[in-house]
């Protein structure tokens, strides 16, 4: 079963590549996270929320730690697409200026990160065609790309699974 979940994920990752693009620029990360390496994450992923207090952070970690793998996805730069649309929150393109936030740095081109939405629909669209039980999960990529994983202002990661039950629903959720 391992084996098939990887190929899973190597189509996740070929679907995210190929997504479509603003302007037809590739400005999209993917990588794909198995075996020791789910380990080291949750492991990271519980320090970081017990270090800062954050809720959630070790159910996550509990949830990567029995997948079969994680897809990265990232925005690899945030060079704006140069519509002067407003969108980021400045009127001019050459405006938009980030600084580093708790977390990831803001604000970012919304176009910029419409093309990671779109590769992260991709991904998982493809991972449910092939029944592989999947979710979105913010805390994931939050704490790959503080430990280098993948690379970019923005980080999303995807776990994988394939159990009797989807092990990334009826969670409990702390407050």
């Not at 970012?108 to 992260?120: F, K, P, S």
Request: glycine content about 10%.
């Amino acid at each position: 079963m391992r084996e098939a979940m990887l190929m899973v994920a190597q189509l996740m990752a070929l679907a995210a590549r190929t997504a479509p693009k603003g302007l037809g620029q590739d400005y999209v990360g993917v990588r794909i996270l198995s075996g020791e390496e789910l380990s080291r994450l949750a492991d990271e992923m519980e320090r970081f929320g017990k270090e800062r207090g954050k809720v959630n952070f070790d159910r996550d970690a509990d949830n990567v730690r029995r997948s079969d793998a994680v897809v990265l996805i990232s925005l690899t730069e945030n060079k704006p697409l140069g519509l002067n649309c407003g969108a980021c929150g400045f009127s001019r393109c050459e405006d938009l200026q980030s600084h580093e936030g708790p977390e990831f740095p803001g604000p970012l081109c919304a176009w910029r990160l419409l093309d990671v939405g779109i590769a992260l629909g991709s991904a998982v669209k493809t991972a449910s065609l092939f029944n592989a039980d999947n979710r979105i999960m913010y805390r994931v990529g939050t704490v790959a790309r503080q430990m280098g994983l993948l690379q970019g202002p923005i980080v999303v990661g995807i776990p994988i699974s394939a159990t009797g039950k989807n092990i990334y629903f009826d969670r409990p959720v702390k407050s």
